[in-house]
DNA sequence: GATATAATTAGATATATATCTAAACTATAT
DNA sequence: ATATAGTTTAGATATATATCTAATTATATC
């Protein structure tokens, strides 16, 4: 999922070496061994430094007879930057919005397939369909928050007494992302859209 | 020092709790125990990561009767990723070598304060100029690089025999960075400047 | 004052991680 | 093929930290 991406991100980025090491080659690239001396550092702990580094995407390496030459790799870590912002402040949730200017079919949806009551009468067989149910949903659960199974069940009932169907769709769909028992929305970046099927 | 500050920043960002919390207060302020319901955790643990947020400046707490609201800090997370790119990508010091148009004095004190051998003749007793000679000799240690009192003292000795006099100079003028027998050169944005004196 | 509610602090535990030494691996050079 | 130099992997250790429960503090209401 993209949290743990940007979780990486930012734990490449809170040990004082690793930066150090960031500003040395951010003057061209240096290789393992220099650096282990300009850090006052064995070898092996550079290694440990440099995979959590390339790990994240912030450098990569090029390798010369023996001897593994690193330097930075500047859009990265720009990208990773903009991303956790972006992130936080939910913008990709704005800007999907505006993006969605054929309505009609959302409209006859919601009109057709719920209920006053809210209830959802079938599940649409229709694949276009079905998203924009199963979006309509999702989108009265909360960003961040993690529910557990049995919240997830109690949350769809209302709608439909065929829980767990809808709950693997959720998932299946990307509106959801599931680990260990626990559940947690997706933000609208990674959902399947029914905007986006042709 | 100023790389604490960066990796603060990062430590506080890294964690996905931390980011679920923030993500959680971008759509306004939510109290302490609400997010612990949202979360699944125990307000204690809330407690201590609004703690860490708090510390890096990326929240801000409003109490009213029992209640303590946390709410989002904008600036200073785009602040804090500024600084980390600004850091990383040394634009600072490239700044700061446009804003030296007055060269006529340094050029003065570095011809006759120093001996065509490059050893210092003697510790400038003007502030300005002491400044000048500091800063010359400073510029030939390396960013990021971890050094030794010992490796300072061998580092000085081929410029003047009171190695540790200047030793203390760069320290008191913010040149360098010391901690528990370790030195370190500060950014140059830290130096005492001495085209900043009047 | 007594009681209730929200928050914090203290203390415990389990996991993660930064660092080291020693060993293994890899690519060149003799 | 053997040696050498640089790197990586494995394993050990010490520190940091995310989480919990229990106890304490802070504020408000009765």
Redesign the pocket.
């Known amino acids: 999922m993209q949290l743990d991406k940007i979780v990486n991100y930012h ?1 490449a980025l ?5 930066l150090r090491i960031l500003l040395l080659l951010s003057k061209g690239e240096v ?6 001396e300009k ?14 580094l390339r790990e994240a995407a912030l450098i990569t ?1 090029r ?8 330097m930075l790799n500047p859009e990265f870590i720009q990208a990773g930057s903009e991303a956790s912002l972006k992130f936080i402040f939910s913008k990709g949730v704005e800007d999907m919005e505006k993006e969605s200017p054929d309505t009609s079919l959302k409209d006859s949806v919601l009109r057709n397939f719920f209920a006053k009551d809210g209830r959802l009468r079938q599940i649409p067989a229709q694949y276009k369909k079905k998203l924009i149910a199963l979006q309509y949903m999702v989108e009265k659960l909360e960003p961040g928050v993690v529910y557990t199974e049995k919240e997830i069940n109690e949350f769809i009932k209302p709608f439909h007494e065929d829980y767990a169907t809808i709950r693997r769709e959720f998932i299946m769909h990307q509106f959801m992302y599931r680990q260990n028992e626990h559940y947690e929305l997706n933000p609208p970046e990674l959902w399947t859209h029914w905007e986006n099927v042709k």
């Not at 850090?39 to 959590?52: D, E, Y």
Request: glycine letters at 2%.
């Open positions: 734990k809170s040990d004082p070496t690793r290789h393992g061994q220099a650096l282990a850090l006052n550092l064995s070898q092996p702990t550079v290694t440990h430094h440099a995979a959590k390496e390798r010369d007879k023996n001897t593994v030459y690193f």
